[in-house]
């Protein structure tokens, strides 16, 4: 379900309610499977059909459904590591398409429940990886010893860490979970900087623009990070330029800046490719918003 770049769709789940249904039905995890690998064609021509949607509010009312059905699975095979990883990644990409601008601390909810699936991902390769006593030199440790198959894990266990962590800035707690959640993606841009679309740039170009300089923030670093990005992916994952819009841009009080590439962003929705055109539309949508505040945040 990964392209040749190692990427893979926001939400690669769209189960069946019938598909769920025979497997609760026959209560067997061995036969849920087999049920699995017999549907998967299936699955993915709904995948298509869902990051296709162009209709927002539809797409959201049936992930919320499916994320649930993908729980489901779980409590049949909870140590399914591929159904960990689409956990993680599914209700971290919902917390940041749907609820993070909206109800925060529902997003945050979200979140959490991403890294926790990340987590146990993780701990396929090394059980302490879910061990809440784990000191930080530990935890690198762990991460160093992570294998090429564990991307996906990493990754998305960090934008899931990373989301809740910018949802609790004021919380020196939570702050101090960070540097966890930055060697995670580290880790993942010392191997391939492009995964999903060049995440991990749009990650650390967010990350060095949202913190104060006293605190590691730092605007050149972030530019940088951000025009690597859009060198490579940014006229397609559009999302990342609401991010460097709304991050570098507004904290560098580059107007200018702003304004180009939010108008980038709802010119180019409309040309979305098929995989992306729902998330391109939310970041259009996300875009206009931004816009309307423009006199506020400058």
Do not use: H
Request: proline content about 5%; charged content about 25%.
């Amino acid at each position: 379900m990964r392209d040749a770049k190692g990427r893979m769709p926001l939400l690669p789940f769209y189960f069946s309610l019938f598909t769920f249904c025979v497997v609760v039905l026959n209560g067997c995890t061995s036969r849920a499977g087999m049920v699995l690998w017999a549907t998967r064609p299936v699955m993915e021509g709904a995948i298509d059909a869902l990051m296709a949607e162009p209709d927002i509010e539809l797409a959201r009312t049936g992930l919320e459904s499916e994320l649930k059905l993908l729980e489901g699975f779980l409590t049949l095979k909870p140590e399914d590591r591929e159904l960990l990883v689409l956990a993680a990644q599914g209700f971290a990409g919902y917390a940041l398409m749907f609820l993070q601008d909206e109800e925060p601390e529902r997003a945050r909810e979200f979140y959490q429940r991403a890294r926790g699936y990340g987590l146990r991902a993780l701990a396929r390769r090394d059980g302490r990886f879910i061990r809440s006593d784990l000191m930080f030199v530990e935890f690198n440790a762990l991460v160093s010893k992570l294998k090429s198959a564990d991307l996906p894990a990493a990754y998305w266990t960090a934008v899931a860490w990373g989301g809740r962590i910018g949802l609790e800035r004021s919380s020196p707690r939570a702050l101090a979970e960070f540097p966890r959640a930055t060697v995670l993606m580290q880790w993942v841009l010392d191997r391939d900087p492009n995964f999903y679309y060049s995440g991990p740039l749009w990650f650390f170009g967010s990350y060095y623009s949202s913190l104060p300089p006293l605190m590691g923030g730092d605007s050149e670093r972030a530019r940088d990070y951000f025009e690597r990005a859009i060198e490579v992916d940014g006229d397609r994952f559009l999302y990342g330029k609401v991010l460097y819009a709304e991050k570098y841009a507004v904290q560098t009080l580059d107007r200018e800046l702003f304004e180009s590439l939010l108008m980038e962003v709802i010119d180019m929705a409309g040309d979305s490719p098929a995989e992306l055109r729902l998330m391109n539309n939310i970041a259009a949508r996300k875009a206009e918003a931004l816009r309307a505040r423009a006199d506020e945040l400058f």
